[in-house]
């Protein structure tokens, strides 16, 4: 179920505190044992927080893991614009430990990764770079995400980052 019947029928649990846009369906939610809940919608997954839920949109899921009852999230934050380009560095990782996951682990792996529409590492001097489409929830297109390696001249990758954008805006494969 999506949209408001998905909301009519128990898509949302009782005890979710956080908004969803008009729009925005939920396709699983787990409970958390420190009293919260893990919800995955099409916009982005809820995780909770000492201010209340915060969704993280699809497109700066890092990565996303699950094993033995803990699930593992890392975030990337947008941290400037290099050109069309976005580059992005990745948050501490937060852990919830999740007894009854149900289908959020498979609903949060089909989201993060449909987000990808291409990916590509590129190797630099002191390290490298992803280089990586994906669509944004709720937005027409995609935007063009670069994260570099720890140690990796930022100047460079932020250089190339706006060739390739500019690149991908001429409808050109990158070179």
């Known amino acids: 179920m999506s949209g408001l019947l998905g909301r009519l029928f128990g898509g949302v649990p009782k005890d979710f505190t956080g908004t969803l846009e008009r729009e925005e369906a939920v396709a699983a939610w787990a409970p958390e044992r420190g009293g919260g ?51 992005l560095a990745d948050r501490a990782p937060l852990r919830f430990v999740v007894e009854r996951p149900g289908k959020l682990p498979q609903a949060v792996q089909r989201r993060v990764t449909g987000s ?50 500019r690149r991908m805006g001429e409808g050109l494969a990158e070179g």
């Open 37 to 87: 809940v893990l919800l995955a919608s099409s916009l982005g997954l809820w995780v909770p927080t000492d201010d209340g839920p915060r969704r993280i949109g699809w497109h700066l899921v890092s990565k996303a893991t699950w094993a033995s009852g803990v699930f593992v999230i890392t975030e990337a934050e947008e941290v400037e614009r290099a050109g069309e380009a976005v580059l």
């Open 116 to 165: 990808i529409r291409t990916r590509h590492r590129r190797d630099l001097p002191d390290g490298g770079a992803w280089f990586v489409q994906r669509k944004v929830p709720g937005r027409d297109g995609t935007v063009l995400q670069v994260r570099p390696d720890p140690g990796t001249d930022v100047d460079l990758v932020r250089e190339i980052a706006q060739e390739v954008a």
